[in-house]
């Protein structure tokens, strides 16, 4: 399934403008708290914010990023329960900011916007299916290349990809269980071996396929 279907398309953002309002928020800010008994849904117009999850230990779990034209919120406004999840703003953002009680009631009165949200949720299951399934069963090298792919998305016509906005080892690791130093060896051999490289600010994933095919073979042979 195409990770177009993650953002927001125009006419169900257009729907959403007309009852929402913008708020910008500062990088760090939290904007929700697990448990918390809010359930305004959001969307990214600008910046990006991390979803994660503190154990009680304190270690902690990236489930996702989201950026531009990308929801979060909307599972307190369909069911009524707390928040499930911690999200902090990555980065200086600006949000569209819907009122829980009226997404709710635009479900059922705005077809376009309920069978995009059915669309998006079964997305979300599957893309959480994967990240259980990485993190039961693979190796941090194969959990790397794989949130790799995922920054990187579509290749161009040359089959390379450019991930802009690149994490730091901290953000890495908290996404794919393990810790800043694992990552920065796994990473390492990575750029060894041609799969990644360094241009300044950014990662540049030289082939996708051949990325791709990497983690297949790993897949294959587990």
Do not use: C
Not at 22 to 32: H, N
Not at 103 to 124: D, I, K, T
Not at 160 to 165: G, Q
Not at 203 to 221: E, G, K, M, N, T
């Amino acid at each position: 399934m195409s990770s177009s279907i993650l953002k927001v398309p125009d006419d169900v953002q257009a729907v959403l403008a007309l009852h929402g309002r913008q708020m910008r928020v500062r990088k760090g800010q939290v904007l929700l708290a697990v448990g918390l008994p809010a359930n305004d849904v959001y969307v990214v117009l600008e910046g990006s914010v991390s979803v994660s999850l503190v154990s009680a230990q304190g270690r902690e779990t990236v489930l996702r990023a989201i950026g531009p034209r990308e929801m979060f919120g909307e599972l307190a406004a369909i069911d009524g329960e707390p928040r499930s999840a911690d999200v902090v703003a990555v980065e200086n953002s600006t949000l569209l900011v819907i009122p829980g009680p009226t997404f709710a009631g635009l479900l059922g009165v705005e077809p376009v916007l309920s069978l995009w949200l059915a669309r998006y949720l079964s997305h979300q299951v599957r893309y959480l299916t994967n990240r259980i399934y990485e993190l039961s069963t693979m190796g941090v090298g194969p959990r790397l290349q794989a949130e790799l792919l995922r920054l990187a998305g579509e290749p161009d016509q040359a089959g390379a990809a450019t991930i802009n906005r690149i994490p730091t080892q901290a953000e890495l690791a908290a996404r794919i269980g393990t810790n800043r130093e694992t990552v920065t060896r796994e990473f390492s051999l990575l750029i060894k071996e041609g799969l990644v490289t360094r241009e300044g600010r950014r990662i540049v994933v030289p082939s996708v396929a051949r990325l791709a095919d990497r983690l297949h073979r790993y897949s294959q042979s587990s």
